[in-house]
């Protein structure tokens, strides 16, 4: 490890400020790479190995802020290394399914208290490939089985966890990683489409969250050899690494009709993941987070831990005003207990001022009735948005820098055109979107009614951009 150590130092370069967000770190592993201005990138994540060091001082050389992906075990000679050869940074991967916690959470803190020049990130690296399925298997009470069928294709995204992300952890955004799902002996032999990478980096983007993009190895020697069908295919995925690099001051804390209170991912991952396919956008919050003036600005409450005696107090408070609470499977001493009750085949419906309380009295035992059900019960006040003609598409919806206006990310999972018509909550008479391949499109003519904004995105192939704005003049 010492000897690892002293071949590392002076051979990196601190090259500049990171940016807050949407980062995308190319991983690569093969000793040659192109220069940073023809790949289109900037950050490059290579495995801490001894093996690598060339390769890491290579990268350097060619304009790439440089980062080391490491284990726990090694995290610390790392860090130490870096902290004196002015390495970009290093990336740790995470030992604990709830971000901040377990032996790296800790571990990370130590670093990064001792080395605050040194960009010290934390990886999930339990990410998924973003695509179209047609079922997945998931984990029921420790016993595996595979998903009950639904009337929308599976869309296979890492909305839940960039949320529950976004929850715990601190100091960074959301990073994670995923392996290409590669089953046809020939995708092994070639790797990933162009549009595969293409979708990766926009759901990235599109959820203000950092993604280790693994580049296959095939791919990484043709691009090193400067084989043409190669940078053909590159090239298109460049369009997409520039469009999400450049955010122009995009805000990163999405909008959202829906607090989703939990503090266990395992056990909420199914729910969260059905009510994205359905575009019910949600935010997540610790249960410690839960008081009447953070649940405002939602519509919906969906608790799945048990609220402590300063959480049901505020959520009484927020169905008093208006607001819609489920609780799932939580059982205690509530102050609405002492209100009529009224039985449903799943539980219990309280009348809570102008607004109500169900309490479900088991699990959520088919995620996507639940989401059914979730949509139903926001409609009826107004969601945020809707999109018809769009399911394999999610929309994410921001604050845009203009004072009242909002920006909406659209990644079509499907990597085919279509066109998505959208209602969102709000009066904006000025749209306009772009996307990565194309640009600006002509504005787009809305129709203004009863508080809400219907219109319609014609092209949708992969990602796109729509800004609205309430004022009537054309953005610049």
């Given amino acids: ?64 802020r440089v980062f080391a992906e490491v284990n726990a075990a090694n995290a610390v000679a790392a860090a130490d290394a870096a902290a ?30 001792s080395r605050p020049g040194l960009s010290i990130l934390e990886l999930d690296p339990g990410g998924k490939q973003p695509q179209i399925r047609g079922g997945m298997v998931v984990k029921r009470n420790g016993v595996l089985a595979v998903s009950s069928p639904t009337q929308q294709p599976w869309v296979d995204s890492n909305v839940a966890l960039a949320r529950f992300e ?23 032999q070639i790797g990933p489409r162009a549009a595969d990478y293409e979708l990766a980096v926009a ?17 990484q020697k043709a691009l090193a050899k400067w084989e043409k069908d190669a ?10 690494l520039r469009f999400y690099s450049d955010q122009g001051g995009q805000s990163s804390d999405p909008l959202a009709d829906v607090a989703l209170i939990a503090n266990n991912y395992d056990d909420t991952y199914e729910a969260m993941n059905l009510l994205s396919r359905h575009n019910i956008l949600f935010h997540v919050l610790p249960p410690s987070d839960v008081a009447a003036q953070r649940l405002a600005r ?8 048990r609220p402590a005696a300063s959480a049901a107090h505020a959520l009484q408070e927020f169905s008093s005003a208006g607001g819609t609470v489920i609780l799932v499977a939580q059982h205690g001493p509530c102050p609405w207990d002492s209100l009529p009750a009224v039985k449903t085949s799943d539980g219990s419906r309280y009348q809570v001022g102008r607004g109500v309380i169900l309490e479900l009295s088991g699990p959520v035992g088919d995620p996507d ?40 990310d659209l990644v079509n999972y499907a990597q085919e055109p279509l066109q998505v018509q959208v209602r969102i909550k709000g009066s904006f008479p000025n749209i306009r979107y772009e996307t990565p391949a194309h640009g600006f499109y002509p504005a787009v003519t809305p129709d203004l009614e009863n508080g809400f904004t219907q219109f319609v995105v014609p ?18």
């Fill in 203 to 219: 759901e990235a983007g599109a959820m203000r969250s950092d993604v280790i993009l693994p580049i296959h190895p095939n791919l």
């Fill in 1 to 64: 490890m010492q000897t690892l150590r002293l071949l590392v130092l002076g051979c990196f370069l601190l090259l500049g400020t990171m940016p807050a967000q949407g980062r995308v770190f190319l991983q690569w592993t093969e000793p040659a790479i192109p220069p940073a201005t023809e790949i289109g990138a900037r950050d490059v994540v290579v495995p801490w190995a001894p093996g690598n060091i060339q390769l890491m001082k290579t990268a350097r050389e060619r304009g790439y």
């Fill in 369 to 408: 009735a639940f989401a059914v059900q979730v949509r139903d019960l926001l409609h009826r006040q107004g969601s945020l948005i809707y999109l018809w003609n769009a399911v394999t598409t999610l929309g994410f919806v921001y604050k845009a820098p203009q004072a009242g206006g909002l920006t909406l």
């Fill in 298 to 305: 939602f519509q919906l409450v969906v608790m799945f831990a």
């Fill in 166 to 188: 976004q929850a715990y952890q601190t100091g960074q955004p959301p990073l994670y990683s995923f392996r290409w799902d590669l089953t046809d002996p020939l995708e092994q």
């Fill in 84 to 113: 004196a050869s002015a390495l970009a940074g290093i990336i740790v991967e995470r030992d604990s399914n709830v971000p901040g916690q377990g032996q790296v959470g800790a571990l990370i803190v130590r670093l990064r208290k």
């Fill in 459 to 476: 092209h949708l192939e992969i990602g796109a951009r729509v800004y609205l704005d309430f004022q009537s003049e054309q953005p610049q």
């Fill in 231 to 240: 940078w053909r295919e590159w090239n298109r995925v460049k369009n997409y």
